[in-house]
């Protein structure tokens, strides 16, 4: 079971100077986060291992991974827990992590510094795990606008390609995770991964920020190659 994160003491104030009071706020809120403080006792580099660890303590989707995928991977937190599960080693590595940000290396993880949209990428990815995945993880977002609207679309279509990526590469039996935001996941999206894994639910878990719109798409138990070309057929014929 996840422990209860633990820490420095919470309430701390940030000294008023030449910072913007949303900023402070901002501050003020990070330094007292008890999953920052944890993150930081644990060796993590955010937050955002807590969320997927919270996720797989649930619903069991590192256990039988042996070659993981992590896209829009900076700054590294989910790429050591799948370094660690994979047994990941530089001689032998298992896990293939990409950003269009700067990564610090990580043992056991191939880092591509590139954008997942480059056409390059998918291949790319493949050659750097080694191998057949068993679980391809996202925490894509794009950079935020400020207009819910606008931002919940172009993170919704950067889920949509990761989706459809992991059904070209994982393994028979494999899981997908992705970042998506309240507001609905668009219903095709939905049909086709339904269509390509036993199970498709929503998940947000506790380490992720109550005020916060995001959630996490799971599909548990990819079908097979099979399923995938009978969902194209279908399209193809509608």
Known sequence: M???????KIGQKVKKGKLKASSRRWLE??????????????GYRARAAF???EIDEKHNILGGARRIIDLGA???SWSQIAAKVTNS?????????????EMDPLPGVRILQMDFLDPDA???LIEAVGGTPNLVISDMAAPTTGHRQTDHLRTMHLCEVAAYFAVEVLAEGGHFLAKTFQGGTERD???MLKQNFRQVIHVKPGASRAESVEMFLLAKG???????ETTDAAEADA
């Open 122 to 124: 998918p291949r790319q």
């Open 189 to 191: 999206l939905l049909n």
């Open 29 to 42: 809120r990070h330094i007292n986060d008890p999953y920052v403080q944890r993150a930081k006792l644990e």
């Open 74 to 76: 900076a700054p590294g």
């Open 89 to 101: 080693t530089d001689a032998d590595p298992r896990v293939a992590a990409i950003d269009f940000l």
């Open 222 to 228: 990819f079908k097979g190659r099979k399923a995938s």
């Open 2 to 8: 996840t422990k209860p994160p633990i820490g420095r």
């Open 51 to 53: 969320k997927l660890l």
